[in-house]
Structure formats: structure tokens, C-alpha cells
């Protein structure tokens, strides 16, 4: 395989360490210190090395690379605009924590502690974030078909996983004597708006969501064509990772009122697609694709830290 540009970048161990200044100074510009982001901040770190345990333990590239945190540092800074959201953020560190746990799991229907681990997180995620409840069928289903861990003992310690949280919810109520949080929590799954409506999304979100897109796109191609160079298991994790893509873009659309945490969803289970394409090709077109999506990738980042500086200051 010659040595491209784009090889070189993503086998260099400077990559990890240039992407972390990159998002620092990011943050920076976005006002983190003035904001007083630091919840924020600290899910976007923990997030981030979640990310590096979840390539480096799957060994999601067959190379040493680290473009998939690299890839998720950067599509993440490039939808600045999702700083300030906390309820986001700490549900997507709890699917990354979730997603990591769930894959040690594999072709293992005995793992009924780690699957309740895994679950414990999930739970967490959608008390933060209600609505990843709609991905439960979906991931059941994969515990079947694609992490094939799936029994009537690991679907039990699910089920049991999940529900920690809210027990632990429940006996706070209990103890406030006030059971309004909880109504309200769950009466949020029930309330639906106009699909496809996209009206309320702003042009640089759309630009934003675009690129998520057509890097999903891409990635899911290109590990579609190639996917027999790789392990079974590693065929199966990213199997995992384009259904939750589309399920999360189906969401998107249905009801665009939760675009943020399906776009973070999005930016989650795209990075190692992409990754994939990057670190795994080398001819010149992808070398140039690599080049032109890397500028846009941070052309639109300019473009949304000066959108976001607009309405942060």
C-alpha cells in the first residue's frame, strides 16, 4: 500500500495529540471559559476517550491508527454549535460507554453482568435524554443478529440494567412525595410533531448535517465493498454502527425537533466509518477526497464557531 498523504496522517501517533489542540482551541473560541462549560467539556473528554477504548479494545482498524477518535474530535468541533447542550452531552457519553461494554459482550450469551453494565448506561443516557428509548427494539435485535449475545439470561440483566436508574429516580420521588418528573418524563415519548418539518433548522445545521451525511455515506460504502478484508467481529461492529446511523437519520427526519441528539448520535457512530475509509485506502481519488472533506470539515467549523460566537456572546 503506497504511503499517502492521507496514510500518513492517519498511521502518524501525532494525529491523536494535533486533534486534541485542534479541539481545545475550539472550545476555546466558543467560548468555554466565559460560558462556563465545564460539564460540557468534561462529556466531551470522556466521550473522546471512550472512543480511543473502543477502536484500541475492537481493533476497529487493522492498522495502528487513531482516526477514529481523531475523526470524532473533529466532526464534533465542527458541530460547535452543540456545546452548550448538556442533556445531550451526558447521553452521548453514556452510549459511547454503552456501545463499548455492549461490544465486549460478543458471541458471549453468558455475559449477563457486562450486559447489565452496558444497559445501566443506556438507562442513564435516557434518563438524560428520554427519547433513546426508540433505539431499544433496534439494539435488542442487533444483540441478535450482530453482537450475538443475546439470550434469555443477557435480556433479563438488559431489561434489569435499564431499569436501575429509575429505581434509584423513584425512591428520590418518593422521598419529594412529588411525581411530576417522572409524568413528564415519559409523556415526552408520546409527543410528536410534524415529520420531515425542517423549517425550525437553521442553514448551518443543515450544512452541518449534510456533511455528517455524506461521510456516513462514504464510510458505509466503502466498508460495504471491503468489509471481507476484515474479522467477522469487526463486520458485525460497524454493522452495528450503520444501523444506528440510519435509525438515528430516520429519527431525524420523523421528528426534527430532536435534531441535536440524533446529530451527536450521528457524529458517534459515523467516526469510525469514516476512520475505516481513511486509515484503510490509498489511491490517488481517495487521497483527494481525503483532502477536499478535511477542508470542508473545518471550513464549516470556522463558519459554525463564528455562528455560534454570534449567539454565545
Given at each position: 500500500?503506497?504511503?499517502?498523504?492521507?496514510?500518513?496522517?492517519?498511521?502518524?501517533?501525532?494525529?491523536?495529540?494535533?486533534?486534541?489542540?485542534?479541539?481545545?482551541?475550539?472550545?476555546?473560541?466558543?467560548?468555554?471559559?466565559?460560558?462556563?462549560?465545564?460539564?460540557?467539556?468534561?462529556?466531551?473528554?470522556?466521550?473522546?476517550?471512550?472512543?480511543?477504548?473502543?477502536?484500541?479494545?475492537?481493533?476497529?482498524?487493522?492498522?495502528?491508527?487513531?482516526?477514529?477518535?481523531s475523526s470524532f474530535l473533529a466532526l464534533s468541533c465542527a458541530a460547535c454549535f452543540l456545546f452548550p447542550v448538556?442533556?445531550?452531552?451526558?447521553?452521548?457519553?453514556?452510549?459511547?460507554?454503552?456501545?463499548?461494554?455492549?461490544?465486549?459482550?460478543?458471541?458471549?450469551?453468558?455475559?449477563?453482568?457486562?450486559?447489565?453494565?452496558?444497559?445501566?448506561?443506556?438507562?442513564?443516557?435516557?434518563?438524560?435524554?428520554?427519547?433513546?428509548?426508540?433505539?431499544?427494539?433496534?439494539?435488542?435485535?442487533?444483540?441478535?443478529?450482530?453482537?450475538?449475545?443475546?439470550?434469555?439470561?443477557?435480556?433479563?440483566?438488559?431489561?434489569?440494567?435499564?431499569?436501575?436508574?429509575?429505581?434509584?429516580?423513584?425512591?428520590?420521588?418518593?422521598?419529594?412525595?412529588?411525581?411530576?418528573?417522572?409524568?413528564?418524563?415519559?409523556?415526552?415519548?408520546?409527543?410528536?410533531?410534524?415529520?420531515?418539518?425542517?423549517?425550525?433548522?437553521?442553514?448551518?445545521?443543515?450544512?452541518?448535517?449534510?456533511?455528517?451525511?455524506?461521510?456516513?455515506?462514504?464510510?458505509?460504502?466503502?466498508?460495504?465493498?471491503?468489509?471481507?478484508?476484515?474479522?467477522?467481529?469487526?463486520?458485525?461492529?460497524?454493522?452495528?454502527?450503520?444501523?444506528?446511523?440510519?435509525?438515528?437519520?430516520?429519527?431525524?427526519?420523523?421528528?426534527?425537533?430532536?435534531?441535536?441528539?440524533?446529530?451527536?448520535?450521528?457524529?458517534?457512530?459515523?467516526?469510525?466509518?469514516?476512520?475505516?475509509?481513511?486509515?484503510?485506502?490509498?489511491?490517488?481519488?481517495?487521497?483527494?477526497?481525503?483532502?477536499?472533506?478535511?477542508?470542508?470539515?473545518?471550513?464549516?467549523?470556522?463558519?459554525?464557531?463564528?455562528?455560534?460566537?454570534?449567539?454565545?456572546?
Amino acid at each position: 500500500m503506497r504511503k499517502l498523504l492521507q496514510n500518513r496522517i492517519a498511521e502518524s501517533k501525532l494525529t491523536m495529540p494535533a486533534t486534541i489542540v485542534y479541539a481545545l482551541v475550539v472550545w476555546l473560541l466558543c467560548g468555554v471559559l466565559t460560558n462556563h462549560w465545564w460539564w460540557q467539556i468534561g462529556c466531551f473528554a470522556v466521550t473522546t476517550y471512550l472512543m480511543v477504548l473502543l477502536n484500541n479494545t475492537n481493533v476497529l482498524i487493522r492498522i495502528f491508527s487513531r482516526m477514529v477518535s481523531s475523526s470524532f474530535l473533529a466532526l464534533s468541533c465542527a458541530a460547535c454549535f452543540l456545546f452548550p447542550v448538556l442533556r445531550e452531552a451526558v447521553m452521548i457519553t453514556c452510549l459511547a460507554a454503552f456501545t463499548l461494554l455492549l461490544f465486549h459482550t460478543y458471541q458471549d450469551k453468558k455475559a449477563a453482568g457486562l450486559t447489565y453494565y452496558a444497559f445501566l448506561f443506556f438507562g442513564v443516557a435516557s434518563i438524560a435524554y428520554v427519547h433513546v428509548l426508540f433505539f431499544l427494539p433496534l439494539i435488542w435485535l442487533m444483540m441478535i443478529t450482530n453482537t450475538m449475545s443475546m439470550s434469555w439470561r443477557t435480556w433479563t440483566a438488559s431489561l434489569l440494567g435499564l431499569l436501575t436508574p429509575y429505581w434509584f429516580g423513584c425512591i428520590w420521588l418518593l422521598y419529594q412525595r412529588d411525581y411530576t418528573p417522572a409524568i413528564e418524563h415519559f409523556s415526552a415519548l408520546s409527543v410528536f410533531e410534524e415529520p420531515f418539518n425542517l423549517y425550525g433548522i437553521t442553514g448551518y445545521q443543515k450544512v452541518t448535517l449534510a456533511l455528517i451525511i455524506l461521510l456516513a455515506i462514504i464510510g458505509g460504502i466503502h466498508f460495504i465493498h471491503k468489509n471481507y478484508l476484515d474479522k467477522i467481529r469487526v463486520r458485525m461492529f460497524y454493522g452495528f454502527f450503520i444501523w444506528i446511523d440510519l435509525a438515528a437519520l430516520a429519527l431525524l427526519f420523523l421528528q426534527p425537533q430532536h435534531f441535536n441528539a440524533m446529530l451527536l448520535i450521528m457524529i458517534l457512530n459515523t467516526s469510525p466509518l469514516i476512520a475505516h475509509f481513511v486509515a484503510l485506502t490509498s489511491t490517488k481519488f481517495t487521497n483527494i477526497a481525503f483532502l477536499v472533506l478535511t477542508t470542508v470539515t473545518f471550513l464549516l467549523t470556522v463558519y459554525n464557531i463564528w455562528i455560534s460566537s454570534s449567539f454565545f456572546s
